[in-house]
């Protein structure tokens, strides 16, 4: 029975849709975030010496480097002819020992950039694994 009232009939609230270009917003702003962070670990790294550092003659070579203070350095440095012992310190550098030159590679491996397809299946290989 319906007494004079009326029903009301409830419509369902509808979710505000989103438009195209907040969402492409949104997204820009995420990839732009990501991007800025690589950037600063990218400066972190080469900041604190875990980058590789690029030494511009190929004549010159730093092959090994180790810590023995705050700011001191012993560097063993490649040069044409021999092999230099060095302590760096912030203020000089000073020659401790000059070693013979490393022997030549006997079976030296071409320097051709390798195959990314290559690079990848030996990453993913597992030990154990058949191919």
Known sequence: MRSGTQQLQQIPASQPATSAGSMLTQVSSVLAFIVLLILCCAWLARRFGFA????????????????????????????????????????????????????????????????????????????GKPQ
Request: without cysteine; proline residues 9%.
């Open 52 to 127: 590789a550092k690029k030494v511009g003659s190929q004549s010159l070579k730093i092959s090994a480097s180790v810590s023995v203070g705050q700011r001191e350095r012993v560097v063993i440095v490649d040069v044409d002819d021999a092999r230099l012992v060095l302590g760096v310190t912030a203020q000089n550098i000073t020659h401790l020992h000059t070693l013979p030159p490393k022997a030549p590679e006997e079976d030296p491996t071409p320097t051709t950039p390798a195959d990314f397809r290559q690079v990848l299946q030996t990453l993913i290989k597992r030990p």
